[in-house]
Every structure is written in structure tokens, then in C-alpha cells.
């Protein structure tokens, strides 16, 4: 580790950049959502992936998979949604991967109620500063990087694995 | 609300694309640093915005602005990292605007030990996978929306403000 290239001034730029959009876009969306609806930005994300999938329910360990929450914010943020009943836990006794975290009607509605307004916050806040180009830009971006990450999460790839457990 | 115009296909992708990119990499860049030191990503983040601060301190909800985290999630997170003995809480008798959250020595130290890793993760699954002009095109893109921001948060700005109780 004693010959780390440090970022130099150009990839430094896109870096900060990257993370204080991530940042600031994240915390102004999620007051915006606040004001707009009864959800905040992380029930929202849950909702979102839960009702993406056909039987609104996901395991623990996928839901923090998708979200990329470590286990014990999951386990919080999902244990104050049951409390609203936003979610469902329902347990599963024919196997020992846990119970399943379920979307209610209640946490349909709330999404359903939320996304009006939080698209248009999207548009406002993000799409509406950018071009056409820089949109396809972005877009190509994003598919470079991801791209990247597919491969070296994949099966027998050949960099040293690093840490992950994923299933 | 009811005139939404929803993403076309196009800002769809771009937007998309932006959420994907930051959950993935921040999973991935996770899961290196938690293989390779002692700290997890939210560890890392709160140490980054502590050891900026020239006496690194700052106010619970200065730290939660910086971070875009809610109140909560700070709170859990912070008892946390101070059992562990990388931040303390200090209180602060003179006024009533709670205590500050304050880097450790050993705060210090995890994060010096952790960051060469880190830099080296970012390069291999962000920077190496875009060209030059990439790196700009995101820059500038960055600085468009951070911009937007900037502007829609600034005293006196036009819009209606939106729920925000910033400072």
C-alpha cells in the first residue's frame, strides 16, 4: 500500500463531485419527500424495491442487498416502517433464511400517494439542470462503471475477491 | 399534481443510472473497506467530515447535514462509533444546542490506516473505467445540479421553499 496513486486535480473534480451530488441531491429529495408526503427517502427506497417485486416481499439480506444498507440500519429503519405499518415482517418456517419483509396495502398507498410529487422534485432538482448530452453522457457513465462492477463481482473472475459475501 | 410529467426514456436511463451507480459502487467500496481496515463506508464518512473540521467536532446536526443522514440513523450510528471508541460525545454546558460529536485519536488513526486502501478501491472500480473527458463531462455535470441546489437554497431564491428547516 506504499505506492497508492492519490487522485490527481481532474479525477479528485469528478470524485467530490460525485459524492457531494450523491450528498446534496439525496438530502434535498429527502426534505422535499418529507414535506410532500408521509414518507421519508429511505421508506421510499424500501417501498421501492418491495413493490418492484411481483410478490411485494423480499429476505432481509436482499433488501439490504438492493438498498446497500448494512444489517443493523436495516433491521432499524424496517422495524419503525412495521411500526407505521408500512411493511410486514412475516416469518418462514420452512426454512432457516428468516422471515420475509412484505409491503402492506397501507405502504402501496403511501408509495402510490408519494410518487407524483417526488418525480417532479426529480425533475426540478436534477433533470431539468441537465442537457440532452449530459444526460446521455451520465447514462453512459453510469453504465461504464456498472459495467466494471458486474465483472468483478462475477464467478471465477480473476481478481483477488475482496471481502464480499454475496450470494 | 395531477400534470406530472413522468421520465421519458432518456431521463429515466440518466436518473436511473445515477441511483444504480451510487448504490453499487458505495456496496462495493463498502465491502473493500470493511475486508481491508477497520472501518465500515457510514465509519469512514463520518470520520471524513470530522477530520475536516479544523478541532474536529461538529454539532450532531451539523454532522447529519454534512451527511445527508436523518436524525436517527445519526444517532444509532454515533453510539455506535463511540462505543468503539473512534468518536465521544463531548456536552456542552453553555448553550443548549446539544452536545458535539468529536473525532479520537484513535478515530484519527483508523481513518489515516484506512484511506490509501480506500483510494486505491475508488480508483479500481470508478476513476479506471472513465476517459478524461468522462471525468470532466461528470464534473460538470455535478456542478450544474450542485449549482441548482445552491441556488434553490439560498436566502431571498423565489421558489417556495420546501420544507427545509436548514441552517
Known amino acids: 500500500?506504499?505506492?497508492v496513486r492519490w487522485l490527481d486535480e481532474r479525477e479528485a473534480r469528478a470524485w467530490r463531485g460525485l459524492q457531494a451530488l450523491?450528498?446534496?441531491?439525496?438530502?434535498?429529495?429527502?426534505?422535499?419527500?418529507a414535506a410532500d408526503s408521509e414518507l421519508s427517502y429511505p421508506d421510499y427506497a424500501v417501498l421501492v424495491v418491495l413493490t418492484d417485486q411481483p410478490d411485494g416481499r423480499l429476505r432481509p439480506f436482499e433488501l439490504?442487498?438492493?438498498l446497500g444498507w448494512e444489517k443493523s440500519?436495516?433491521?432499524?429503519h424496517v422495524s419503525r416502517m412495521v411500526e407505521r405499518g408500512l411493511v410486514t415482517r412475516?416469518?418462514?418456517?420452512?426454512?432457516?433464511?428468516g422471515a420475509f419483509v412484505v409491503v402492506t396495502e397501507r405502504g402501496r398507498l403511501a408509495i402510490e400517494a408519494a410518487a407524483p410529487g417526488h418525480v417532479s422534485a426529480v425533475r426540478r432538482?436534477?433533470?431539468d439542470?441537465?442537457?440532452?448530452?449530459?444526460?446521455?453522457?451520465?447514462?453512459?457513465i453510469t453504465d461504464r462503471v456498472l459495467g466494471g462492477l458486474d465483472e468483478a463481482a462475477a464467478p471465477g473472475h480473476t481478481t483477488i475477491a475482496?471481502?464480499?459475501t454475496s450470494a
Chains 1, 2 share one sequence.
Do not use: V, Y
Not at 22 to 33: E, G, M
Not at 92 to 97: E, L
Open 64 to 66: 439490504g442487498r438492493e
Open 162 to 164: 475482496r471481502g464480499g
Open 125 to 127: 432538482h436534477f433533470i
Open 90 to 97: 412475516e416469518s418462514c418456517p420452512s426454512d432457516h433464511r
Open 1 to 3: 500500500m506504499n505506492d
Open 22 to 33: 450523491q450528498l446534496k441531491l439525496t438530502a434535498r429529495l429527502s426534505r422535499d419527500l
Open 129 to 140: 439542470h441537465l442537457t440532452a448530452d449530459q444526460l446521455d453522457a451520465l447514462a453512459e
Open 73 to 76: 440500519r436495516l433491521s432499524h
